[in-house]
């Protein structure tokens, strides 16, 4: 069966300092790929997804990055992360159309 | 691009009670799911629903797509089934870009 796994599960980072958060699918192959993010509040709001390796599509302009360095790999950066940059990071992957969530990433920016 | 409202915003019950949650969405979908996110934040898939009724325990769903709505049905609810729920359909007809999701429904059930 598929699995997906991202980390670190808690992350505290100070201003201006470096992200790297990822995720990695298990079970499939060519999946499709998304980072979201949960601000305060409970919205999720879409930041990349990806069909395919080196293909990244971009949903919001922001301080982050996204790459797909392998088929089951999904990454989301920062160079120099700023306090809005904190909320609960999910990453997901598709089948058929059906949305499936890792556990999530939860990042403080202090 | 597509917009989806969910209702009630919050909702407070005891345990046993029935709930509806209700999903509305500004344009014709190919796909519709529901999820509920629990106090850890985990998100769980509940039910994959581009139209008809599926049910699954105490849990059932219908989506009506010609009319633009889903509902999601909670009968004699436990505490365990506090959190918030959302409902999520693609941004476009192929879906690959993703799903864009309603801002939920936090449902908390008393004991």
């Known amino acids: 069966s598929q699995t997906i796994h991202q980390w670190p599960a808690t992350l505290v980072q100070p201003v201006g300092s470096p992200l790297s958060l990822e995720c990695t699918v298990e079970?499939?192959?060519?999946?499709?790929l998304y980072w979201y993010r949960q601000a305060a509040g409970r919205g999720l709001q879409l930041l990349f997804y990806?069909?395919?390796?080196?293909?990244i599509s971009s949903e919001v302009p922001q301080n982050l990055s996204a790459s797909r360095p392998q088929d089951r790999q999904f990454i989301l950066s920062s160079k120099k992360l700023l306090l809005s940059d904190s909320g609960f990071y999910l990453c997901?992957?598709?089948?058929?159309?059906?949305?499936?969530f890792g556990e999530g990433s939860r990042l403080t920016v202090l | 691009g597509i917009q989806v409202e969910q209702s009630p915003p919050d909702l407070i019950l005891q345990e046993g009670a029935n709930s509806t949650l209700r999903c509305n969405f500004s344009?014709?979908?190919?796909?519709l799911q529901w999820f509920h996110q629990n106090p850890w934040g985990q998100l769980i898939n509940l039910f994959y629903?581009?139209?008809g009724t599926k049910q699954n325990g105490r849990l059932s769903a219908t989506t009506v797509a010609t009319e633009r709505y889903s509902l999601l049905y909670i009968s004699s609810s436990q505490t365990t089934d506090s959190g918030v729920y959302f409902c999520?359909?693609?941004?476009?007809?192929?879906?690959?870009?993703?799903?864009?999701f309603g801002k939920g429904t936090h449902l908390i059930i008393q004991p």
């Open positions: 079970g499939t192959s060519n999946p499709n």
């Open positions: 997901a992957w598709s089948s058929g159309g059906e949305l499936f």
């Open positions: 344009d014709s979908v190919n796909n």
């Open positions: 629903i581009p139209s």
């Open positions: 990806s069909v395919g390796i080196g293909q």
């Open positions: 999520a359909v693609p941004y476009s007809g192929g879906g690959a870009d993703g799903l864009t």
